[in-house]
């Protein structure tokens, strides 16, 4: 078969791609001339969707091998889109060798899509795999943060990342019933440019050895470093429940985040508000789940955020209740509202729960039973066999629960200026990524300053759109 007859038909014709002829095609080499008359990149994307619908991920991956083998320089254009998805694939099987093969290409060429990278890099975070991410980080750095074309904290993940490595390290060896050696660890995040003085490490050491009930009044002058103080002590508590440092420490950066951006710190006359101490941590249905749709993406499908904040919330309030930060009445309100947050986003995201598996290899958390446990695992897995139609939970319209949850926790309208800002979704829809327009699709765009551009090719915009510039309006 030819590559204009095989495009023709899979990709033009939209039928589902045959493997074995797909092998054939990508095993011969592809000239110049077809890769920009049949645009590679959008070729590919095609043909990724219809392996990912399949779930043919093991098939994909052979494809890919082929295709680096004998045609290098397109699976140079398109491996960041191939390896991501895979990536995602071979963690959810936990074959840790193969999700670091395939990271090797984003370590070798950091810069050919550094957003899909960073999307990948953290994936592989959430499951587990911190020596991987350490050496992906430490090797990326300087290029990443010396590149021209990256926003000046674009290498900020990867010195957070690293600085949670070294951290758990240096606890291990607190546990050995070792000295904490900051010495050591300062020698290797200096690289990073990560510079700390020694009130810092005093912060370190007090909440990676004080009680969690000693963690009392802590709304002071400096309420981040407190904060942080927090932060040290819910990473030891994970680590008890065999979660690492890398995991549970950008879990409390997503709930940092939460609380920071629920408190109205500046009046409208420009004063500051004095903050509401006994209400700091307090959750607000809508807010929260508005919160966790602003994290899961705009352009590019950041879901596994908002899985983390709704699964990992069940953790941090468990761990607030235990250091007496939040009173038993609260707990009592705010554990179950998690677990019904945790229930419409498996209800709105079923098809894709699989890739979300990692919230299961922590330890059960104290306010879920292991039964529980057990069952939404279940429900889990069975979403990697999804087809349409064999979802576990009933129609929209069929189903009141569901209802009851989209009114507890989804706006019911969407005010003009919140339809103009570039949020991941919209409080009304389901936490899901919007489809990325095909480089050469035409599309309308409008810009923050209301210029408007219409017809024209999504490769011309793609930069602007997804640095929030402008937005997709057609």
Known sequence: MEFKEFWDRYVAGKTPVDHEVALSIFSLPISEKITEEYDIVDTMLSLLNDYNKS??????????????????????????????DLITYFCYRGDEEKVAYLAEAFIEDPLQDYDLLLMALKKVNFYGYPSLVGRWASVIYDEVNDSPDLVGAAAFDLAILKNYQELEKAYDRHCEGKAFDWQHFDE????????????YYDLLEAGLTDKFEEANAFFTENRRRNLEYL???????????????????????????????????IDEYGEEV?????????????GFYDFAGKQSGFILDYRFNAAAIFWGGSYVYDFLHVANLISPEE???????????????????YDSLW?????????????????QVAEEKAVFARSFEWVKGSSPFPKKED?????????????????????????????????????????????????????????????????DVEAGKCEIIN
Not at 58 to 81: A, C, D, G, I, Q
Not at 409 to 426: M, N
Request: charged share 30%.
């Open 55 to 84: 779930r043919a991920f093991e098939e994909l991956f052979e494809l890919v091998e082929v295709l680096k083998v004998h045609n290098p320089s397109v699976y140079s254009r398109v491996f960041h889109y191939l390896n991501e």
């Open 188 to 199: 290797q995040m200096a690289s990073f440019d990560f510079e700390v003085d020694d009130v």
């Open 231 to 265: 932060q040290k002590m819910f990473m030891r508590y994970m680590h008890s429940r065999q979660v690492p440092f890398n995991v549970s420490g950008v879990i409390w950066d997503l709930f940092y985040a939460y609380w920071e951006s629920s408190e109205e710190e």
């Open 274 to 286: 004095e903050i509401n101490e006994e209400e700091y941590f307090h959750l607000e249905p809508k």
């Open 331 to 349: 707990h009592g309100q705010f554990r179950p509202m998690i677990q019904r947050a945790q229930k419409l986003f498996m209800k709105e995201n």
């Open 355 to 371: 890739e979300y598996s990692f919230v299961h290899q922590w330890g059960i958390p104290d306010s879920k039973s292991e039964p």
């Open 399 to 463: 189903d009141p629960e569901w209802q009851a949850l989209r009114n507890e926790f989804q706006e019911e309208r969407i005010s003009p200026l919140d339809r103009l800002l570039p949020k991941a979704v919209p409080p009304t829809q389901p936490i899901r990524a919007e489809k990325k327009p095909g480089r050469n699709e035409k599309v309308d765009v409008k810009y923050a300053d209301g210029t408007v551009k219409r017809g024209v090719k999504y490769k011309k915009v793609q930069r």
